[in-house]
């Protein structure tokens, strides 16, 4: 059974950093596209990010030149290292495999608990 556990959120100030965490398990990961996806309050989850197996990446425009998504394969982990954060980023941002085919669409209905991240002076 698939795990996908998040990890690496807070609070922060205008123009800080974060560095979120995804380890996985229960897939190979390594042949998996993965992506990041979040949801802001009261508002529907978004797709932010995605990583290909062959390590190729795409952002969603709110978010491209901020934030960089990668992965580890050796430790079955993805990441998002979100720098100039504003508050409209605050949101529970999780993560989850792409399905094949896509570079968007998530693979599995179960999510993680989610990290959140605030934005806020």
């Known amino acids: 059974q698939v795990q996908l556990v998040e990890s690496g959120g807070g609070l922060v100030q205008p123009g800080g950093s974060l560095r979120l965490s995804c380890a996985v398990s229960?897939?190979?990961?390594?042949?998996?596209?993965m992506g990041w996806y979040r949801q802001g309050p009261g508002k529907e989850r978004e797709w932010v990010a995605v990583v290909t197996s062959s390590g190729s990446t795409n952002y969603a425009d709110s978010v491209k030149g901020r934030f960089t998504i990668s992965r580890d394969n050796a430790k079955n982990t993805m990441y998002l290292q979100m720098n100039n954060l504003k508050p409209e980023d605050t949101a529970v941002y999780y993560c989850n495999a792409i399905r094949l085919g896509s570079l968007a669409v998530p693979m599995f209905n179960n999510w993680g608990q989610g990290t959140q991240v605030t934005v806020s002076s």
């Open positions: 229960g897939i190979i990961f390594r042949i998996n596209g």
